[in-house]
C-alpha cells in the first residue's frame, strides 16, 4: 500500500514526466536529393580557422569534384579528395568542404542526424556542431568530433558568458566529464569548452560504419542541452526512418546533458547554424601529441599523411537524413551581448563572408561577421588540446 510519502513522489515524478513531454514538428528535413538544397558552402583557399592541409571548395566545384553527391542508395556523401597526389609539394593541401545550414535552429529544437559513416583515418578530422552567427556571444554546441583514429565521441559547448555543466549531471547524463567550464574568453584564448566523452563504443570510427552507423540528437530547450547517441541497433523507433514524432522523454539518459542550472540556455546562445565538414589534420589532428595518441605507428607527423590519397578512403560522411524538429517555442529566442541584426533568421555565419574585404571597424554585420567566424574555429582546437590534457593527466 503506498504510503503518503511514495504518493507524493509518484506526483513529482508525474509531473516532472509532464514538464519533459513536448510535442515535435517536423522543422527541415534534408534527405535525398534535397539534402544539400538545406546548406551554403563556405569556400576558403586556406583554412584560416584550424590551420588544416585543406581548401574549401564552392559548392559548383565540390559537386564537379564529386565531393558532395547523392549516392544510388540516395545517402548523402560528404568526402574529401581522395584522388589527387601531393607528392612532391610539401605545401599540398587536399580539396574538402565547409557546410553551413540555411536556417538556423533556435530554442525548442530537436536536431536528428542519421548517419552510416562517420569520416576517420589518420589526419582526418570531422566535426558536426551548431554554432551562431557571432561567436563566441551566441554560442556553439559541439556533436559529432574527434580525430585520427579515435574510438569514441565527444560533445562540448563553447559559450562566452558564464557557462559550467554542475556535477549534479553527472546523474543525468551516460557519458563521462572531462571539463565543465563552457565559458570561452577569446583575449586570454581560454576555450576550453566544457567536454563530455562518449562511453558507448561504436560512436565514432571504423566502429561507428561497423555496427551500421546510427543516429545522434541534440535537443536545445528551457531545460538545456542534451544530447544522445543510439547504435543502430538501438535507435528508438521514434526517430527510425520515416518517423516523425520523435519523443525524448522514452530515450532514457542523454549521454550528455548541460543543465540549465548551470548554464542559462534561453541567454546564451543565438540561432544556431548546422555546420558539417572534413578538416585534415591541423590544430586538433595535427597535434604532435594528439596525432600520437593514435596514429603513431602510421607516421612521424600528421602532414607526412597528406599527399597520398590511399590515406583518405575513410573520410567521408555517408548520410540518411538530417531533421529538424521544434517545439515552436521560437520566440523565447536568446538575447545575448551581440548585435541582435545578425541572429534574424536567413542570416548565417557567412552572409557576410563573401562581400569580400570590407574595412575592418566599421561596425556593420558583415565585418562582424567575418572576424566572429574566424575566432570561432578556434574552438575544437582548444577542445582537442584540453582532451590531450585530460588524457595526460
Ligand atoms: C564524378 O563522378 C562522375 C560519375 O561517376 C564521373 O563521371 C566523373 O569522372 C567524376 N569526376 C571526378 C572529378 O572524379
Ligand atoms: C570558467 O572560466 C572562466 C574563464 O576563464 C572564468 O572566468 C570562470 O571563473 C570559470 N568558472 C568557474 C566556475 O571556474
Ligand atoms: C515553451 O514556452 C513555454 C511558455 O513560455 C514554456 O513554459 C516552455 O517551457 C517552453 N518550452 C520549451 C521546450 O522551451
Ligand atoms: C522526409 O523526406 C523524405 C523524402 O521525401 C520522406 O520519405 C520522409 O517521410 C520525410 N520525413 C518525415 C519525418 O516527414
Ligand atoms: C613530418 O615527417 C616527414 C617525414 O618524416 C618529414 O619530412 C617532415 O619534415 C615532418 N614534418 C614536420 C612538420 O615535422
Ligand atoms: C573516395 O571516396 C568516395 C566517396 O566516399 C568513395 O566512393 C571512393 O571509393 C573513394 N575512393 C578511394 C580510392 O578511396
Ligand atoms: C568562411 O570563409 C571565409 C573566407 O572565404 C573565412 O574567412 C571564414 O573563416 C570561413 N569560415 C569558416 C567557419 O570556415
Known amino acids: 500500500m503506498p504510503s503518503g510519502r511514495a504518493l507524493g513522489l509518484a506526483a513529482l515524478a508525474t509531473s516532472i514526466a509532464l514538464a519533459n513531454a513536448q510535442t515535435y514538428t517536423l522543422a527541415d528535413n534534408f534527405t535525398g536529393a534535397n539534402f544539400f538544397n538545406g546548406f551554403k558552402y563556405n569556400a576558403s583557399a586556406i583554412d584560416s580557422n584550424n590551420f588544416g592541409n585543406v581548401h574549401f571548395l564552392s559548392q559548383s566545384a565540390a559537386t564537379q569534384a564529386n565531393l558532395t553527391f547523392i549516392d544510388s542508395n540516395g545517402h548523402a556523401i560528404i568526402t574529401v579528395d581522395n584522388t589527387t597526389s601531393g607528392a612532391g609539394d610539401p605545401s599540398f593541401g587536399r580539396n574538402s568542404v565547409y557546410l553551413l545550414s540555411n536556417s538556423p535552429l533556435n530554442i525548442g529544437s530537436l536536431l536528428v542526424f542519421d548517419a552510416n559513416h562517420i569520416p576517420f583515418g589518420c589526419s582526418v578530422w570531422p566535426g558536426f556542431f551548431t554554432q551562431g552567427a557571432i561567436w563566441p556571444q551566441q554560442g556553439e554546441i559541439d556533436i559529432i568530433e574527434n580525430v585520427n583514429l579515435a574510438t569514441i565521441n565527444q560533445y562540448s559547448l563553447h559559450v562566452a558568458d558564464t557557462c559550467n555543466q554542475p556535477a549534479s549531471a553527472a546523474q543525468q547524463q551516460s557519458g563521462k566529464t572531462t571539463s565543465t567550464n563552457c565559458t570561452v574568453v577569446p583575449s586570454l584564448d581560454i576555450n576550453n569548452g566544457c567536454i563530455v566523452q562518449e562511453t558507448q563504443q561504436n560512436s565514432f570510427g571504423s566502429g561507428f560504419a561497423t555496427a551500421g552507423g546510427g543516429v545522434y540528437a541534440m535537443q536545445w530547450n528551457d531545460q538545456g542541452v542534451s544530447v544522445w547517441f543510439f547504435s543502430r541497433p538501438n535507435v528508438p523507433s521514434d526517430i527510425s526512418s520515416d518517423a516523425a514524432n520523435p519523443n525524448p522523454s522514452n530515450w532514457g539518459l542523454p549521454s550528455a546533458f548541460y543543465p540549465a542550472s548551470g548554464c542559462d540556455p534561453t541567454t546564451v546562445f543565438g540561432p544556431q547554424f548546422i555546420t558539417l565538414y572534413i578538416d585534415i589534420c591541423g590544430a586538433f589532428a595535427g597535434a604532435q601529441s594528439v596525432f600520437e595518441q593514435t596514429c603513431a605507428s602510421a607516421a612521424p607527423n600528421c602532414s607526412a599523411l597528406v599527399q597520398d590519397p590511399a590515406n583518405y578512403a575513410d573520410a567521408y560522411w555517408d548520410i540518411n ?22 541572429g534574424s533568421s536567413g542570416a548565417s555565419p557567412t552572409s557576410g563572408g563573401s562581400a569580400s574585404g570590407s574595412g575592418s571597424g566599421s561596425g556593420n554585420a558583415a565585418t562582424s561577421t567575418i572576424s566572429s567566424v574566424k575566432d570561432m574555429m578556434m574552438v575544437p582546437v582548444a577542445a582537442g588540446l584540453f582532451a590531450l590534457l585530460a588524457f595526460m593527466i
Not at 531533421?323 to 541582435?340: E, H, I, K, L, Q
Open 321 to 342: 537524413f538530417l531533421r529538424v524538429f521544434t517545439t515552436g517555442n521560437n520566440s523565447a529566442g536568446p538575447t545575448t551581448g551581440a548585435p541582435s541584426s545578425t
